[in-house]
């Protein structure tokens, strides 16, 4: 049976935009006929790929995305001495592995991917590798043969086991998520605002003029958000190659990154850094199930925190009383009344991998 590690979490935003959508306001969406602000699930995973969690405690087992593969290897090959040409041409052949190359503008000698692609450290070492075998002319296999001996299915990189990845042109080496994530939606009705600003020329005398250097505006909001995350273990353990020690690592960057990593948008404007207030990790090998229907009535009152809570509690009860359990067992942290701590989420959910 499929174990799960299903995550809820409540987290109160100050006024801030920490996800914007095209115009620059705070992205949002109707639920249950109220309109609610919106952390993209795209940005909550982006928050936690960067939070220190990964970069520092999952050090050397997280992938790159990006495009620009070609440019990092050609900018080493000809540091390491290669001749313009040579680095061109070598770093071209290697690069082209994990997708096809354009020039950015005409005459510009350097070459992006077509689409973003995850590489793990272990394939962007071996491109490295490969790269200097062939400026030291040995032969390199050839096309298909060259793409198996580079692309590894990204064993060992715990945020492509996690968040997948698709290569368009090799399929072969994709990688199915292993944690979904739901865009974090507030509990209760809420509109975003506007900001009239200005700011003052410093050399401007008021002799000259008394008005303001610059004009703008600025959308913003705040909220209370629930945030819903579902972990498949089995599937996060058979990414990482049967590496449980490291599924359990990630399992536990996971659960502290999800509790204190916030998108950064406009975070110099505003100074986000909200942390939750509610942790509700469950583990089982029951069909998942979030608890966003606790909310499609906004909660409303004068603590919206503590109504939050309410509402999703009572909500889960209500779905074990109606389906049975929905987990074998569960870890609350809970700063209103003072329950559970993160080391113990962190740690409950870590244990999930440890079979």
Not at 196 to 209: G, H, I, Y
Not at 211 to 224: D, K
Not at 334 to 347: E, M, P, R, V, Y
């Amino acid at each position: 049976m499929t174990t799960f590690v299903q995550f809820h979490l409540l987290t109160a935003y100050p006024p801030s935009n920490p996800n914007r959508d095209d115009q620059g306001r705070p992205k949002s969406a109707m639920m249950g006929g109220a309109p609610r602000l919106r952390l993209s699930s795209q940005s909550v995973k982006r928050a936690v790929r960067e939070s220190s969690f990964f970069q520092n405690d999952l050090a050397g087992h997280t992938g790159t995305r990006t495009k620009r593969l070609f440019e990092k290897l050609r900018e080493k090959l000809i540091a390491d001495g290669a001749s313009e040409t040579a680095a061109q041409e070598t770093a071209q052949t290697v690069a082209g592995i994990f997708g096809k190359l354009e020039q950015p503008k005409k005459d510009d000698p350097r070459l992006i991917a077509t689409t973003l692609a995850f590489i793990s450290p272990a394939e962007w070492a071996l491109a490295e590798e490969l790269a200097a075998k062939a400026l030291a002319g040995e032969d390199l296999p050839k096309d298909k043969d060259l793409k198996k001996l580079v692309l590894r299915r990204a064993d060992g990189a715990v945020d492509i086991a996690m968040f997948g990845r698709m290569l368009a042109d090799d399929p072969d080496f994709n990688r199915d998520a292993a944690v979904q994530v739901a865009h974090a939606i507030t509990t209760h009705r809420v509109l975003a605002e506007d900001d009239w600003f200005s700011a003052v020329d410093d050399l401007k005398t008021r002799e000259q003029d008394a008005g303001a250097g610059h004009l703008g505006e600025l959308g913003f909001g705040s909220g209370v958000y629930y945030l819903y995350a579902c972990v498949n273990v089995d599937l996060l353990v058979e990414n990482l190659g049967g590496d449980r020690d490291l599924a359990a690592r990630g399992l536990e960057s996971l659960a502290r990154a999800l509790a204190v990593a916030t998108p950064k948008g406009k975070q110099n404007s505003f100074g986000h850094h909200p942390r939750a207030h509610y942790i509700r990790a469950e583990i089982g090998a029951q069909q998942p199930r979030d608890l966003s229907g606790s909310f499609f009535k906004p909660v409303e009152g004068g603590d919206l925190i503590g109504a939050s809570i309410a509402a999703l509690e009572d909500m889960a009860g209500r779905i074990d009383a109606a389906y049975g359990a929905s987990s074998d067992r569960a870890e609350v942290m809970n700063l209103a009344t003072g329950t559970g701590s993160l080391d113990q989420i962190a740690g409950f959910a870590a244990g999930a991998a440890k079979g």
